[in-house]
């Protein structure tokens, strides 16, 4: 097992790259190791597309990197500013590390004891009968997709372990106004077409009990069709792992299932 940090609800996890120990965050919503430009990483500038749209960032080609006892050669990695986060947090961080870079991985996080495993099969076919499925998977950019029912509609949310606070987008709550109630709260986002914007958060209440989510949550509002457009199909918001009423979680990239348990 691998011990993490929850910090601002962001999975914070020691681990190495070229022989560089530091602080990454853990990204389930990410296909791409993010290397903070602060260190001396060289290489040629480039365009790369995230689910929150494009980043111009610096490809280099990593010699190691090493979390646990997984670790891998010659790998590709982009170096962006990552200040930002830095920041927010008020601590170093080396990068983000993409979930995609495990897909022959079963993953398993126990949010109870923060503590970040990789397991083998038997491992799910012992909690499988405990847990529920309750996910789309996304092949291009190697995300879990969550379905919420709100009056009688579905609608496509991505699960994200390094969003802080889950998003909905403006069109979502213009749709359901009775269903989010504005506070008089606000925070800054960060991101490719979020980045600095303030934005306010809601209440939300749900009507149909999903099980998977906290019955009374507070997302933020924001306009979320840049992103849809990047993936190329409608996006209703971005779930923070913090909200959801699950204490365990399996991620499945080679079978392409989410467990929740």
């Known amino acids: 097992s691998i011990p993490f940090e929850n910090a601002a609800g962001f999975i914070l996890i020691e681990a190495s790259v070229d022989g560089n120990n530091g602080t990454f965050i853990f990204d389930t919503a990410s296909d791409q190791i993010l290397l903070d430009k602060v260190k001396s990483w060289t290489g040629a500038t480039s365009l790369f597309t995230t689910v929150i749209g494009e980043m111009q960032a610096t490809e280099i080609k990593l010699k190691s990197f090493k979390l646990g006892n997984f670790k891998r050669k010659n790998i590709k990695a982009y170096v962006t500013d990552l200040s930002d986060i830095e920041q927010m947090l008020g601590r170093n961080i080396l990068g983000i590390i993409g979930a995609k870079l495990f897909h022959s991985e079963l993953i398993y996080i126990d949010r109870l004891n923060n503590t970040l ?99 009374t949550m507070e997302m933020v509002g924001v306009d979320l069709s840049k992103v849809s457009e990047s993936l190329g199909f409608e996006i209703d918001g971005i779930l923070s792992i913090t909200d959801l009423s699950y204490r365990s979680m399996i991620f499945d990239y080679k079978s392409q299932k989410l467990y929740l348990f």
């Not at 012992?126 to 529920?132: G, Q, T």
């Not at 009056?151 to 979502?172: N, P, Q, R, W």
């Not at 709550?173 to 809601?202: D, M, N």
């Open 117 to 215: 495993s990789f397991v083998d099969r038997s491992f799910v076919d012992a909690h499988i009968s405990d847990a529920s499925v309750s996910s789309d998977f996304n092949e291009e950019y190697s995300i879990f997709l969550l379905v919420l029912i709100i009056e009688g509609k579905a609608h496509t949310f991505i699960l994200d372990s390094a969003a802080s606070v889950s998003l909905v987008s403006d069109k979502l709550i213009k749709r359901h106004v009775s269903l989010f109630t504005p506070l008089k709260k606000y925070c800054k986002l960060l991101g490719a077409h979020l980045q600095h914007k303030e934005a306010q958060y809601y209440s939300f209440v749900q009507q149909e009990q999903l099980g998977f989510l906290k019955n």
